[in-house]
């Protein structure tokens, strides 16, 4: 059973941090793709990051690059989002994902490959 639960979002300003962890209660937590999605009102749900299942292999959207860093501790079964100089157009429900059943060794960067899902964070950056 995969339960993915997100926590470190709040109200910070232009050019602040945060770090985002999402925490799984499972025991196959290691062996997934892991995602980090975002989204803001009247918007599509929008891919910032992802990794592989060691960790050797990360990608980010544009938008975050240079900015955010995706990491995973398996042994502590959680996922993180390092958030820096945030922009209020990185204000949105950040979500985390899993995607459990990895068909190819490419790290996807769409909702619909990821079968697992958070209730999400909220990050507002005040400008």
């Known amino acids: 059973q995969v339960q993915l639960v997100e926590s470190g979002g709040g109200l910070v300003q232009a050019g602040g941090s945060l770090r985002l962890s999402c925490a799984d209660s499972?025991?196959?937590?290691?062996?997934?793709?892991m995602g980090w999605f975002r989204q803001a009102p009247g918007s599509e749900r929008e891919f910032v990051a992802a990794?592989?299942?060691?960790?050797?292999?990360?990608i980010y959207s544009d938008s975050v690059k240079g900015r955010f860093t995706i990491s995973r501790d398996n042994a502590k079964n959680t996922l993180y989002l390092q958030m820096n100089s945030l922009k209020p157009e990185d204000t949105a429900v950040y979500y985390c994902?899993?995607?459990?059943?990895?068909?190819?060794?490419?790290?996807?960067?769409?909702?619909?490959?990821?079968?697992?899902w958070g209730q999400g964070t909220q990050v507002t950056v005040s400008s």
């Open positions: 994902a899993a995607d459990s059943v990895p068909v190819t060794t490419d790290v996807p960067d769409v909702p619909y490959e990821y079968d697992f």
């Open positions: 499972g025991r196959t937590f290691k062996t997934y793709v």
């Open positions: 990794i592989n299942w060691s960790g050797d292999k990360v």
